[in-house]
């Protein structure tokens, strides 16, 4: 377990490369994307039960905590490196590698948020990239030009299955960049 510990601890220092490649000073490390991931599919999962939507937030929670640590053997590979690099290979490599053949069920969850085959699984990818957007909006409020393509993902939430219940948020989001 030490070794996957130290392993994740890697990530406290990764920079999420497409603010960098964007020239955004000091980006956001891995870790604290995956924080707010996490933060964001406790509250989301506990929306939907209010709903009365069967969910299972502490499979979502494992899955929000997992879906990036493959970038501490890969690095967090921007989309202009996925034309030369197999990331979906790479980051089920890594995964296998940090986890060791003994984790198959934290290897399963992972699949689940790369896949979106289950109702978790599509709740954190509603949840990272509801998280991209906010990060991109603080980086505008800071002065930071040239972010509009991480707005983009607005279209993947308005298309989303979650947005019948988070509609409203979504709209909250718009009206932060002024849609």
Known sequence: MLDTFIEAGKLKKLPRMGWLLRGVPHPESVAEHCFRVALITLFLADELKKGGVS???ERALK???LHDLA???ITDLPLEAQ???DKKKAERKAMI???GAEKVEYFELFREYEEEKSLEGRLVKFADKLEMI???WEYEKAGI???DEFWNALEYLEQNEFHKYFGELIEELKELKGY
Do not use: S
Request: proline residues 0%; glycine residues 4%; neutral net charge.
């Open 134 to 136: 906010l990060q991109a």
């Open 71 to 73: 970038e501490a053997k």
């Open 83 to 85: 034309n030369y690099v």
């Open 145 to 147: 030009k040239g972010l």
């Open 97 to 99: 590698d940090i986890l």
């Open 63 to 65: 899955i929000a905590l």
């Open 55 to 57: 969910i299972n937030t």
